[in-house]
């Protein structure tokens, strides 16, 4: 991830989110093991797929953003391929959460889910399970 400097001249990380049209077309290349070209991409997409120019697009913002590199293909063809796995992302994203939402509290964000998600009996027992387990206490 891109670094930058704090008005102490401390450096920090900088994170970025996606946006749902960057998301999509992370979730592409996730599932594409060798990365793909732009036509891969758009290939990926339900119709009507975008035109390749806002493909094209989405793909230096998620350059810029440092998500995605890419490599020679034949010709011109730039194969792109993620920097960080959806398990990163995910991590990264819910840290977030956790720090600007909940103060940094990993009980009071899973407090809201329970309280905000109406869970079953079933998914309360499969969390107590998870919680009880003993890999999860040292």
């Known amino acids: 991830m891109p670094q930058s400097y704090n008005t102490c001249g401390m450096k920090e990380e900088k994170t970025y989110t996606l946006t749902k049209a960057e998301m999509q077309i992370m979730n592409i290349l996730w599932e594409l093991p060798e990365g793909g070209c732009v036509h891969d ?72 889910f329970v309280n905000e998600e109406k869970l079953s009996e079933a998914d309360i027992r499969e969390l107590l399970e998870m919680i009880n387990a003993p890999e999860n206490n040292p």
């Open 41 to 112: 991409i758009i290939a990926h997409y339900d119709e009507p797929k975008p035109a390749y120019t806002t493909v094209a697009t989405f793909m230096k913002i998620l350059l810029n953003k440092e998500f995605v590199a890419f490599r020679k293909g034949q010709k011109k063809t730039q194969i792109y391929y993620p920097l960080l796995t959806r398990e990163e992302y995910t991590r990264q994203v819910m840290n977030d959460v956790k720090k600007n939402f909940f103060g940094g509290s990993g009980s009071s964000l899973l407090k809201f």
